[in-house]
T-cell receptor, first 113, second 115 residues
Framework: EAQVTQNPRYLITVTGKKLTVTCSQN?????MSWYRQDPGLGLRQIYY???????DKGDVPEGYKVSRKEKRNFPLILESPSPNQTSLYFC????????????FGQGTRLTVV | DAKTTQPNSMESNEEEPVHLPCNHS???????IHWYRQLPSQGPEYVIH???SNVNNRMASLAIAEDRKSSTLILHRATLRDAAVYYC????????????????FGQGTILTVHP
């Protein structure tokens, strides 16, 4: 089954403790991205990747890092999480950047206390 | 980024057609029109997309105005499972730029389906 898998689904952590949210897709997609969803602000893109070893900032990249060492994986790294990063995070992938449909993961609800 | 305008909410009865409008008066020639929906507690789900011509798939139809400044997502027979937030999005296919490939989600339309 074609899918985007995020882990964990829920996470509560403390300020400053590094964490990684994993994202994996099984569709051989080239384009992957991370979004965060906050009430009243909608979904905003954090980072995206056009292909292996090619990543770039989205609209709200501060406080986040990503890597794309393999085509299927696109982890989101919070080196020093802060409470303002409490949010619902979604990973997405698509065959290309523009014309094709994007598949989203189920989401990771992160709480930083 | 070109913006879209949608009604905040709409209501429908089960098994009736639903027409969800979207205005995008500043659309550029390189923008595809995408529709996604988000069911409660789930990630967004692709519905349909198009450039100039009307499009049909198993989920819905997309009617695009001749000047491309507006579009309408048509659910032919709404079911309770169609209750969701529907997003109309312009996806830039222009080469390069920070908006390349980005899905810019607005507030969407909350669709309520009554039994």
């Amino acid at each position: 089954e074609a899918q985007v898998t995020q882990n964990p689904r829920y996470l509560i952590t403390v300020t400053g403790k590094k964490l990684t949210v994993t994202c994996s897709q099984n569709m051989n997609h080239e384009y992957m991205s991370w979004y965060r969803q906050d009430p009243g602000l909608g979904l905003r893109q954090i980072y995206y990747s056009m292909n292996v070893e090619v990543t770039d900032k989205g609209d709200v990249p501060e406080g986040y890092k990503v890597s794309r060492k393999e085509k299927r994986n696109f982890p989101l790294i919070l080196e020093s999480p802060s409470p303002n990063q409490t949010s619902l995070y979604f990973c997405a992938s698509s065959l290309g950047a523009t014309r094709s449909e994007a598949f989203f993961g189920q989401g990771t609800r992160l709480t930083v206390v | 980024d070109a913006k879209t305008t949608q009604p905040n909410s709409m209501e429908s009865n089960e098994e009736e057609p639903v027409h969800l409008p979207c205005n995008h008066s500043t659309i550029s020639g390189t923008d595809y029109i995408h529709w996604y929906r988000q069911l409660p507690s789930q990630g967004p789900e692709y519905v349909i997309h198009g450039l100039t011509s009307n499009v049909n798939n198993r989920m819905a139809s997309l009617a695009i105005a001749e000047d491309r400044k507006s579009s309408t997502l048509i659910l032919h027979r709404a079911t309770l499972r169609d209750a969701a937030v529907y997003y109309c999005i312009l996806r830039d296919i222009g080469a390069g730029g920070t908006s390349y490939g980005k899905l810019t989600f607005g507030q969407g339309t909350i669709l309520t389906v009554h039994p």
